[in-house]
Nanobody, 123 residues
């Protein structure tokens, strides 16, 4: 089970940190990711991190502004978002899959999903 939190309303240029807590499984054997979905758009990849925490991947649109990390002691992944833009407005979902060599960047690569948390960036 994945529980996402940390969304909210922020002005453009501001920061937010989203967290996702995993329970009911072996967190250390999961690759974790964040996706987002804006109204009327398809769900899109934001960032992913390997089970070991040593490898991350980012969408070009967030590279340099978002930082993904994981805290294995707390079964949590956090995404620190800075320099937020109105285009970042979306519902953000955390996702998980069994550990793999590659970091999947597609929705169908993940079998476990959290409930989503709303991020709204005002201009």
């Amino acid at each position: 089970q994945l529980q996402a939190s940390g969304g909210g309303l922020v002005q453009a240029g501001g920061s937010l940190r989203l967290s996702c807590v995993a329970s009911g499984g072996t967190f250390s054997s999961l690759n974790m990711a964040w996706f987002r979905q804006a109204p009327g758009k398809e769900r899109e990849f934001v960032s992913a991190i390997k089970w070991s925490g040593g490898t991350t991947s980012y969408a070009e649109s967030v590279k340099g502004r978002f930082t993904l990390s994981r805290d294995s002691a707390k079964n949590t992944v956090n995404i620190q978002m800075s320099g937020l833009k109105p285009d970042d407005t979306a519902v953000y979902y955390c996702a998980a899959r069994a550990a793999s060599v590659n970091l999947w960047r597609t929705v169908d690569g993940y079998g476990y999903w959290g409930q989503g948390t709303q991020v709204t960036v005002s201009s």
